[in-house]
């Protein structure tokens, strides 16, 4: 039906007016701190387009993603886990602790590590869970406040019980380094940069939480208490198993988004490892509209961004302009979302009107008949 | 002499929202100092029109003259301005204030920065006395009878100037007695001066109290007319176009079996018990109606029923087991059926498709889950087939359930929780707030759970809906059950004192 494929393409509508938005404010910035905005574009393509900036890109896309569905998860039933970097930091070491103190046959070695760091995250997330269903504290609350406390503890942990022996007067604060069997090996290699394998075991996540939100029991539970929470109690949904239940699963995705930079580059946890991702993750899933389809391309733009904005260093511009194409990026996409939904719902609304007047005019018509 | 100007003049009205009846070119005119009743089914647009009238919606096409000139309201804000009030079928009050800080609440006296209640006290003093709506402005609102509280309402709308007062469906929540003293009331601010347009489907009161009635019936105005020139019947006649249903139930079913048995149940909240040693027996084939004012117990005994809230005390037994403990899954998939009372609130998913609407409740059960999946190929059959037996008007399977109209959506509910083949069906007000039709549908599936064995409690606000479906009938009044009736000779006004209390009887 063509007026179901004009709606269908109104959804197009919300990247385009994000990337162009995002175009027009970040040359506004550019212009007012008189720089050249096409300058700045142009290399910005130019350096993103090189072999090794692609492969970074996705590099730095699978934490992003990662971090995007464990929030998402949260999401999809208007829990906030806002917890998701504490968790990930916290899980990241403990795995990464695991790791070097055991040796295993390789592919059991990998297994543990990502078993270590779930159960970490789920773990750590599990204490936000309890005290909502137990005392009520809002999960955005303990979740900031467990974050804190994560960085806190980790590094105590880190420098007091889990750091390597300092071997002469090296200053290095990591742990011990990971056996061989607990590494993994570029999938390939573009213009001299490593892919890191652990982009597949990312999109088997992403398929997995798919396949969890949509197609089963538990993720329809899950979308109902999104929807309505009342309506999915009265339907037998238990809130508070439901809670604990997508804290624990959303804590423990958290813990894996560590391990691609673990297993594919620094096999240790040193102060090194990317930090902010956890938060990066709320974004991503924002803009990706927690499905995960959404999140991927959320994730590979924003690491493209942070990726190609490294060359504005060396044009003389401050890289950090780009925080606020991000930041507009977000803005537009959920604004224009929300636009883009409500007259999407309001069109199917008014068509499904019309075909059922025309079913009561017919039915009408027989019984007069 | 020419005559005045009418005090409200609506012309031409017209609004249109998908998926409901709404306004169709009304024409209504309201002459100063009478009280106007605007009659219509539930679904007839009404409300609508009301809402446009109080500047809440506005009007796709017509005008709004006030004393003989256009007036356009953007907000209620502008309405208030103009001097209309409108007091909700459901109180906006804040229970834990006083009378006198609910009535200034939005329109704080002033003087100097700081709030000056000695005015506004003297002014609640005065408007009660001189418009006869009797009220003390230092009581605690909570401790107010529902009568009351509609006073608190009425007197918040002159405290702000109205000189016409809108009363949206004012008797809904009333038990006759306290219809009575309304009633006396609303002639008293007649006497003043005030013109009242009064909202309603209750044709005997409309009779009794109207100056002028005007009948609304899908979105139109159908006539308006004086009270001394038509019946009830002829007044029913002309808002439903065509014969009223009567919610009659055929022989009796009643068997001997206990499908439902409740026991000394007990519901606290707080320090208050909300439900207080309820005990009666559903049978097979029965429909066993609970009475009562809103807010007596009815919704406790319904959510500890279904699992929603733990009883303090006693046990409900279903077909001879124990389920007090059990959560509410366990008591849906054991034949445990629920309508719930609010509709969108609490038993539809209004964004997802009615394929995802007809599995809630039923998510764990063929043919909606296979092991731990969704089936929806399953689920989509089975709402095709719950549409056309059910006669759901809609497109199909994969509209979203906001798209229905409040009866079709009901259908939907009622459908989904029949074709599950319960043994036990709680019905919370099943019929509210939707349209006739649907209405005389939702009956026919009531009376034919019945007649196919079910075990039903029925808790409503239509009392002569509970009357005419229910074989037993109990008030429910503070929590306890008070009486148990026979319909067959109950009056509605009998009910009526029954559910204040006025009369008094033991549990047979």
Do not use: C
């Given at each position: 039906m063509r007026k179901r494929w004009q709606i269908r393409l109104l959804w197009l509508l919300v990247p385009i007016s994000a990337i162009v938005l995002a175009i027009v404010v970040s040359s506004l910035v550019l212009l007012s701190i008189d720089a050249s905005p096409v300058d700045a574009f142009r290399s910005m393509y130019e350096y993103g387009t090189q072999g090794n900036s692609l492969a970074s890109t996705v590099n730095r896309a699978v934490p992003l993603f990662i971090a995007g569905l464990a929030v998402a998860i949260g999401f999809k039933m208007n829990l906030f886990n806002i917890g998701v970097e504490g968790q990930y930091r916290i899980a990241t070491l403990m795995a990464a602790a695991a790791g070097a103190a055991v040796t295993l046959p390789a592919?059991?070695?990998?297994?543990?590590?990502?078993?270590?760091?779930?159960?970490?995250?789920?773990?750590?997330?599990?204490?936000?869970?309890?005290?909502k269903v137990k005392r009520g504290v809002h999960e955005v609350v303990s979740t900031i406040m467990l974050n804190s406390i994560a960085t806190g503890l980790g590094a105590y942990l880190l420098s007091n019980y889990l750091r390597k022996p300092a071997v002469g007067s090296e200053l290095l604060i990591a742990t011990p380094q990971i056996p061989h069997s607990g590494q993994l090996g570029p999938?390939?290699?573009?213009?001299?940069?490593?892919?890191?394998?652990?982009?597949?075991?990312?999109?088997?996540?992403?398929?997995?939480?798919?396949v969890l939100i949509w197609r089963t029991r538990f993720g329809y539970d899950l979308r109902a208490s999104g929807i309505n929470p009342d309506a999915a109690r009265v339907s037998g949904v238990d809130p508070n198993k439901m809670i604990m239940r997508t804290m624990l699963l959303s804590g423990a995705i958290a813990g894996l988004i560590g391990m691609s930079d673990l297993f594919g580059f620094f096999h240790a946890y040193t102060l090194d490892l990317p930090t902010g991702i956890g938060f990066d993750g709320i974004a991503v899933a924002l803009v990706g509209l927690n499905h995960p389809i959404g999140i991927a391309i959320a994730a590979l733009v924003f690491g493209w961004v942070d990726r190609a904005a490294q060359i504005l260093d060396l044009e003389g511009i401050p890289k950090e302009v780009i925080i606020i194409t991000k930041g507009v990026i977000i803005f537009s996409v959920v604004i224009a979302y929300e636009i883009v939904r409500r007259v999407v719902l309001s069109q199917e609304v008014k068509t499904a009107a019309e075909e059922t007047r025309k079913l009561e005019q017919a039915e009408e018509e027989t019984v007069a008949a | 002499m020419a005559e005045r100007a009418p005090a409200v003049e609506l012309k031409g009205i017209t609004k249109t929202f998908p998926g409901v009846v709404?306004?169709?070119?009304?024409?209504?005119?309201?002459?100063?100092?009478?009280?106007?009743?605007?009659?219509?089914?539930?679904?007839?647009?009404?409300?609508?029109?009301?809402k446009i009238l109080y500047g809440m919606l506005r009007p796709d096409s017509g005008t709004i003259l006030m004393d003989g000139s256009g007036v356009h309201f953007r907000s209620p804000k502008d309405a208030i301005a103009a001097g209309i009030g409108m007091v909700h079928q459901h109180f906006m009050l804040a229970t834990n204030f006083t009378v006198l800080e609910n009535v200034v609440l939005g329109s704080e006296p002033a003087h100097a920065g700081a709030l000056d209640f000695g005015a506004a006290r003297a002014r609640i003093r005065e408007l009660s006395e001189s418009h006869g709506v009797p009220l003390d402005p230092d009581r605690l609102t909570e401790d107010l009878a529902v009568g009351e509280r509609q006073r608190v309402e009425i007197v918040k709308v002159l405290y702000?100037?109205?000189?016409?007062?809108?009363?949206?469906?004012?008797?809904?929540?009333?038990?006759?007695?306290?219809?009575?003293?309304?009633?006396?009331?609303?002639?008293?601010?007649?006497?003043?001066?005030?013109?009242?347009i009064f909202i309603s489907h209750k044709l005997d009161e409309v009779l009794e109290i109207a100056d002028s009635i005007t009948v609304i019936r899908d979105g139109h105005t159908v006539r308006t007319v004086k009270p001394e020139e038509v019946t009830a019947r002829q007044l029913a006649e002309l808002m439903v176009g065509s014969e009223l249903p009567t919610p009659e139930t055929r022989e009796s079913t009643v068997t001997e079996e206990v499908l439902l048995s409740v026991q000394g149940l007990g519901v606290r909240v707080g320090a208050r018990w909300a439900l207080e040693d309820a005990t009666f027996d559903i049978h097979h084939g029965e429909?066993?109606?609970i009475a009562g004012v809103e807010g007596n117990g009815q919704r406790e005994l319904v959510e500890a029923l279904i699992g929603l809230r733990k009883p303090d005390t006693g046990s409900v037994i279903l077909a001879g087991t124990d389920i007090t403990q059990w959560p509410t899954r366990q008591r849906r998939e054991n034949g445990l059926g629920y309508i719930p009372e609010d509709r969108q609130g609490r038993g539809l998913l209004l964004p997802s498709p009615l394929w995802e609407n007809t599995m809630l409740g039923h998510q764990t059960l063929y043919p909606f889950a296979r092991g731990p999946w969704i089936n929806k190929k399953g689920a989509r059959a089975q709402t095709e087939h719950l549409i056309s037996e059910y006669g759901v008007m809609t497109p199909g399977p994969d509209t979203s359930a906001l798209a229905l109209s409040g009866g079709n959506q009901q259908k939907l509910i009622v459908g989904r929780e029949m074709t599950a083949a319960p043994k036990v069906l709680i019905a919370a007000q099943p019929t509210r707030g939707i349209d006739v039709g649907a209405q005389a549908a939702v009956w026919e599936l009531i009376r034919e759970a019945r007649a196919l064995g079910l075990a039903l409690l029925l808790t409503s606000a239509d009392l002569e809906e509970l009357i005419g479906l229910s074989d037993t009938l109990y008030v429910i009044l503070r929590g306890r059950l008070v009486a148990r009736l026979d319909p067959a000779t109950v009056t509605p006004e009998e009910l009526g004192s029954y559910m204040t209390g006025a009369k008094q009887a033991g549990v047979a």
């Open positions: 592919p059991f070695h990998i297994a543990f590590i990502m078993l270590v760091g779930m159960v970490t995250g789920a773990a750590w997330a599990s204490i936000a869970a309890v005290l999938l390939t290699t573009i213009g001299g940069e490593d892919v890191r394998s652990f982009v597949l075991i990312a999109i088997l996540l992403g398929v997995f939480v798919y | 709404a306004n169709d070119d009304i024409n209504l005119a309201v002459q100063p100092g009478e009280i106007h009743a605007v009659v219509g089914e539930n679904g007839a647009g009404k409300s609508t029109l009301m702000r100037g109205a000189r016409i007062l809108i009363l949206d469906e004012p008797t809904a929540v009333l038990v006759p007695q306290e219809v009575v003293e309304l009633f006396g009331q609303l002639r008293e601010l007649r006497a003043q001066g005030v013109t009242i429909i066993v109606g």
